[in-house]
């Protein structure tokens, strides 16, 4: 199997950051793994992801600790720590999760940071499979600006493209179906393993982690983070990965939704054939459970949420969500488990921006239908901080003819007419609306 094959839609489920930050535990990642097979599974929700610093045994919320002591073994790999992943004992690591989750019928995530422990490098402990240490395969000078925990590798030495090997190999033997890998899309404000400084991803560790996966004989999902990843660089990530991220962390402020059309705009038509650019996180329900700061619900109105769940889907982003499940109430929900949306995200097509001003949005995609008919959609967005109409003409649109086609309202489950010359929606303020046409 390729790379590609590994995702032949966007990836959907759930990740740990959004409400546990740094310090999730096995009873969290299980408790929302059975709310998933419970609630999501049917709608297409199937990964479990354990977000950062699962090595790290006095994680405590969403900071993180510098130089902190983690769990390690003799082969210079981070392992779980034992005290917040009880059946991680013995040497089992993530396997028993795994394993429970797969039970479930969902598929088991862990986040990675790019490069070897620094705390191996100190200790000189061994690569496996050489004669090597690590700190002889370790790049000093290619560091995260904001997590103390690794050196970059350096592709040069003999070891490091074994150091990768071992990583994947252990990855493998704990079952695990996707490997988020951060400090890596993007490596803005330090140096690369190229010798550059800037926003750009770091090539050679991200092609030693193609070919520990390609050799470890699971199909692993790559996805690669933070961003902005450079439009560029789309040729090697698509070679390479099976998402990566477009954008910085996206919360729940109307800003940083504003911010994805532009993002949008800059990577449509780099995406499909399983491979896909991804706008983050959706921070819907009850999230920074673990802040020092205090928790708090997702601080979008419900017509922002929609916005962002509509922006998401046509584009086609990976759909991830970052909530505590379990504390959904039922308008979440009612987000998570729209079918006729969740069909546009999983089997549409060629993503295309109409245009976009200060004030309003318009996209369109195609979707060959469950029955072999023709579909298209058309979704219009709501800028303004007041109550507006969107609307597209025909003329607007060069790739089919708008005018004679069925009209249904995609979250009001309504059919709404026939179009003339035009589609228009009396939006409120940031509010959006998606059209399916036949």
């Known amino acids: 199997m390729k790379h590609t094959d590994f995702a032949p839609t ?72 034992e005290n917040r992943f009880p059946s991680s004992a013995g040497g089992r690591g993530f396997l028993p999760i795994s394993r429970e989750i797969h ?24 690569i496996k499979g050489t004669d090597l240490t690590a700190d002889k395969v370790a790049n ?53 393993d190229r010798g550059r400084v800037g926003s750009v991803p770091a090539v050679a560790e991200i092609e030693m982690i193609r070919r520990a996966i390609d050799k470890c004989g699971r199909p692993i999902i790559l996805s690669l983070s933070p961003g902005p990843a450079a439009v560029e660089y789309s040729w090697m990530f698509r070679k390479n ?6 954008t910085n962390d996206v919360w729940d402020n109307w800003n940083a939704i504003l ?11 780099h995406g499909g054939g399983g491979c896909w650019p991804d706008c983050d ?18 601080r979008l109105t419900q017509d922002e949420q929609i916005t962002m769940m509509n922006l998401w889907s046509i584009f086609r982003s990976p759909l991830i969500v970052g909530a505590e499940l379990r504390d959904n109430d039922d308008f979440t929900l009612s987000l998570l488990t729209n079918d006729e949306v969740l069909r546009l995200n999983k089997h549409s097509y060629s993503p295309n921006q109409i245009y976009r001003n200060r004030e ?14 023709g579909l298209y959609y058309i979704a219009l967005f709501n800028l303004k901080d007041e109550p507006a109409t969107v609307t597209v003409r025909a003329d607007q649109v060069d790739a089919f003819d708008l005018r004679g086609r069925k009209v249904r309202d995609l979250w009001r489950h309504e059919d709404i007419g026939v179009t003339e010359d035009s589609v228009s929606a009396n939006l409120p303020p940031h509010g959006s609306v998606i059209y399916r046409l036949t």
């Open 281 to 298: 996180m959706l921070p819907f329900g009850h999230i920074n459970c673990n802040s020092r700061f205090g928790d708090n619900y997702c």
């Open 241 to 246: 990965a099976n998402m990566w991220r477009m």
């Open 360 to 373: 309003s949005v318009a996209w369109y995609s195609f979707d060959d239908g469950s029955d072999g008919g």
């Open 140 to 192: 000093p000078f290619s560091t995260c600006p904001w997590n103390s925990d690794m050196y970059g590798v350096d592709p040069h030495s003999p070891g490091a493209q074994a150091y990768y090997d071992s990583l994947f190999e252990l990855y493998a033997e704990w079952e695990i179906d996707f490997v988020k890998v951060d400090d890596i899309a993007s490596t803005a404000g330090h140096h690369t």
């Open 10 to 81: 966007p990836p959907m489920g759930w990740n740990s950051w959004d409400c546990y930050g740094a310090a999730v535990t096995e009873e969290q990642l299980l408790g929302n793994a059975r709310y998933m097979a419970d609630k999501l599974l049917k709608h297409g929700w199937d990964i479990v992801t354990c977000d950062i610093q699962w090595s790290e045994p006095n994680a405590r919320d969403t900071f993180y600790t510098p130089n902190a002591p983690l769990c390690m073994d003799e082969y210079s790999r981070l392992i779980p720590a």
């Open 103 to 126: 039970k479930m019928g969902l598929r088991f995530g862990i986040h990675i940071m790019r490069g070897i422990p620094r705390q191996a490098v100190y200790l000189k402990t061994k």
């Open 259 to 269: 911010h994805m059309f532009e993002r949008c705009e800059a990577w449509q038509g």
